[in-house]
C-alpha cells in the first residue's frame, strides 16, 4: 500500500468520526462562500436602499457562527482521531521493536529506533489530524468560492482562473523537494538521536578518555548538517506564497479590467462583482493553507514510508 492508503488504514476504524469531521468541514465551505455571496445583496439593496437589512445582518451572523462551529466540530473531530492513531501506531511499533532478535538491536542505533517511536510517528498525528483535517476543509472551501464565482459570472471566473495550472505546478515541485529534504532531515535527526543516547548512556567511558571535546564537536557537525537541510525545506516552503500572491494580483488584476466592461454594459452589477472580488480574495487563504498542507503531507509520507 502507499503510505497515504496506510495513513488512511490504520484511521479506518474512526471512520464514524471522520465522517462527522467531513460534513462539518462541508458546513464550514458552505458558510464561507454565504459570507461572501452576501456582499451583493450589501451593494445592490441594503447600502442604497435600506431594504433587506434584518435579514442580511441576521444571515451574516447565522453564517459566521456556522463557520466557526463547523472549524471547532471538524477540527476537534480529527484531532482525536490523529491522536487514536499515533497511539496504535506507537503501541504497535514498540510491541515489533521489542520482540525482535537480539542481532537486530545490535545492527541499528539506539537513536534511530527511538526517532521511530517519536519523530516518526508524530509525523503520523500531524497528518491524520492537522493536514488531512486542513486539507479536506480548504479545499471544500475553495469548492464553496468557485461555484460562487461561476454563479456570479462563469466568463469573469474562467479569466481569473486560467492561471490555476501556473499555481498547482509550483505546488507539485515543492512537494517533491520537500520530499527528499524531509527524508534526509529525518536521517540527520536520528544520528543526532544517536550520538545523545551514546553520549549520556557511556559518560562513564567518555569522562574516562577526557573525549567531552570530541563528543561535542560531533554533536555540533550532526547539528550543522540538520540545520542546513532543514533550511532547505523551509526555503522551498517560504518562496512559494510570494509567487502565489502576485499571480493572484495578476487574477484581480484581470477581473477589474472584465468587470469594468461587464458593469459599464449592464451585464453585471456592483454588488455582484463586489461579491466576486470578494470572493476572489478569500481564495487566497485556503491556498496559501493548502501550500503547506502539501508539505506536511510529504513529510508523513515520508515518515509512514520508514
Known sequence: ????????????????????????????????????????????EVLPNREQLGFVVGTMIGCYLLKGASSYVSTYLMTGVGQRVVRNVR???????????????????????????????????LAVSVTVGDLLRESLALVGY??????????????????????????????QRVRRTTRRSQEEIEHLHHISTEAFSGHRIVKAFSAESHEVERFKVASENLFRTNMKVMGSIAALPPLMEFLGGLCVAGALWYGSREIVALRLTSGEFASFIAALFMMYGPVKKLSRVTAGLQQASVSAQR
Open 1 to 44: 500500500m502507499t503510505p497515504v492508503r496506510r495513513l488512511w488504514h490504520y484511521a479506518w476504524p474512526y471512520r464514524i468520526r471522520l465522517l462527522a469531521a467531513l460534513l462539518a468541514m462541508g458546513v464550514f465551505g458552505a458558510a464561507s462562500a454565504g459570507l461572501a455571496y452576501l456582499i451583493k445583496p450589501i451593494f445592490d
Open 91 to 125: 503501541n504497535q511499533l514498540f510491541s515489533h521493536i521489542v520482540n525482535q532478535s537480539a542481532g537486530f538491536f545490535s545492527s541499528r542505533m539506539t537513536g534511530r529506533l527511538v526517532s521511530r517511536i517519536t519523530s516518526d510517528v508524530n509525523q503520523i498525528q
Open 146 to 175: 468557485g461555484a460562487l464565482l461561476f454563479y456570479i459570472d462563469s466568463g469573469l471566473a474562467l479569466v481569473c482562473l486560467t492561471g490555476a495550472p501556473v499555481v498547482i505546478y509550483p505546488l507539485v515541485r515543492l512537494g
